[in-house]
């Protein structure tokens, strides 16, 4: 498995310093593409990358797609953002991970990697990334 743990990426924590993400829900277009085992997305990942992501067939198109951004809050002093889950409908395809990228931004900047743990399957069905609950303790991006 090529996928080792769900990471905050490294360059995304400084960028968000100098501004380059807005994360509101009228700011900037973030998507998340899917991929399958030969992925190497780690901590140290930059950019969107098609190495290793699904091709487009069964209801998946390459590089992703476009998430609805919920504002940012603070929960007991921890800045929190959040996304709507997202759905594939009547997808047919296996997905190991994901990738959160700034579609807005020059370069497509990583933001989040997601490891699902082992193979996700969808046939002709619902493919859902279902995001934690928005919270201090649980939200897919946290500064605490």
Same mark, same amino acid.
């Given at each position: 498995?090529?996928?080792?743990?769900?990471?905050?990426? =490294? @360059? +995304? $924590?400084?960028? &968000?310093?100098?501004?380059?993400?807005? %994360?509101? !829900? #009228?700011? =900037? @277009? +973030? $998507?998340?593409? &899917?991929?399958?085992?030969?992925?190497? %997305?780690? !901590? #140290?990942?930059?950019?969107?990358?098609?190495?290793?992501?699904?091709?487009?067939?069964?209801?998946?198109?390459?590089?992703?797609?476009?998430?609805?951004?919920?504002?940012?809050?603070?929960?007991?002093?921890?800045?929190?953002?959040?996304?709507?889950?997202?759905?594939?409908?009547?997808?047919?395809?296996?997905?190991?991970?994901?990738?959160?990228?700034?579609?807005?931004?020059?370069?497509?900047?990583?933001?989040?990697?997601?490891?699902?743990?082992?193979?996700?399957?969808?046939?002709?069905?619902?493919?859902?990334?279902?995001?934690?609950?928005?919270?201090?303790?649980?939200?897919?991006?946290?500064?605490?």
């Amino acid at each position: 498995m090529a996928f080792t743990g769900d990471f905050f990426c =490294n @360059s +995304f $924590k400084r960028e &968000l310093f100098e501004g380059l993400h807005d %994360l509101q !829900a #009228a700011g =900037n @277009s +973030f $998507k998340m593409a &899917l991929y399958d085992n030969t992925a190497t %997305l780690t !901590a #140290a990942t930059t950019v969107y990358t098609v190495s290793g992501e699904l091709a487009s067939a069964g209801n998946y198109v390459t590089a992703g797609n476009v998430l609805t951004a919920i504002d940012p809050v603070l929960d007991t002093g921890t800045a929190i953002c959040d996304f709507v889950d997202e759905v594939w409908s009547t997808a047919t395809f296996t997905a190991y991970g994901a990738l959160i990228y700034n579609d807005t931004a020059a370069l497509n900047e990583a933001c989040v990697v997601l490891d699902f743990g082992g193979a996700k399957t969808a046939t002709a069905g619902d493919f859902t990334v279902q995001f934690p609950v928005a919270a201090a303790a649980t939200a897919i991006i946290r500064i605490a």
